[in-house]
């Protein structure tokens, strides 16, 4: 009397399990890492609005010969400053003030402590508080 060979496989059933199962594992495990990618789209958004702004700023020196001072801030670029040194040839370089990907105004400083010649422009970061470890320069 011969058996009837019969072979042994997982059914699709059974396979379909474990795949989600695996799934349902890693979903829980990307959800409990945060989100990595986050941190470096608003890196990438700083990087980016700083050599925005800073082209805007260099467009506003190269019309009136003068950077607009710390108390104009950026929002020289929005509306003409009604504060000494005023423009002569006074362009709107943007809508509104820009913000940084945390909601809050970008740091503009006239002359700069960190460029004297220059002007400072910079993210306050994630804690929103200027001057702290977490400051993104945009470099």
Same mark, same amino acid.
């Given at each position: 009397m011969k058996r009837p060979n019969r072979q042994s496989a997982f059914t699709l059933l059974?396979?379909?399990?474990?795949?989600?199962?695996?799934?349902?594992?890693?979903?829980v495990a990307i959800s409990r890492i945060g989100d990595p990618g986050g941190m470096?789209?608003?890196?990438?958004?700083?990087k980016s609005d700083i050599q925005g702004?800073?082209?805007q700023l260099r467009l506003y020196e190269s019309i009136n010969g003068f950077l607009p001072t710390t108390e104009q801030?950026?929002?020289?670029?929005?509306?003409? $400053?009604? #504060?000494?040194?005023?423009?002569?040839r006074w362009y709107q370089l943007f809508k509104k003030v820009p913000k940084d990907p945390y909601g809050?105004?970008?740091i503009y400083l006239c002359p700069?402590?960190?460029n004297p010649n220059g002007f400072d422009?910079?993210?306050?970061?994630?804690?929103?508080? $200027?001057? #702290?470890?977490?400051d993104n320069w945009g470099e």
């Open positions: 059974e396979i379909m399990l474990v795949v989600s199962i695996i799934v349902i594992l890693l979903g470096v789209k608003s890196e990438v958004a700083v702004i800073t082209s801030g950026l929002q020289a670029l929005v509306t003409q $400053p009604s #504060t000494e040194p005023r423009p002569t809050s105004n970008y700069g402590r960190r422009l910079y993210s306050a970061g994630p804690d929103r508080k $200027p001057d #702290t470890a977490d």
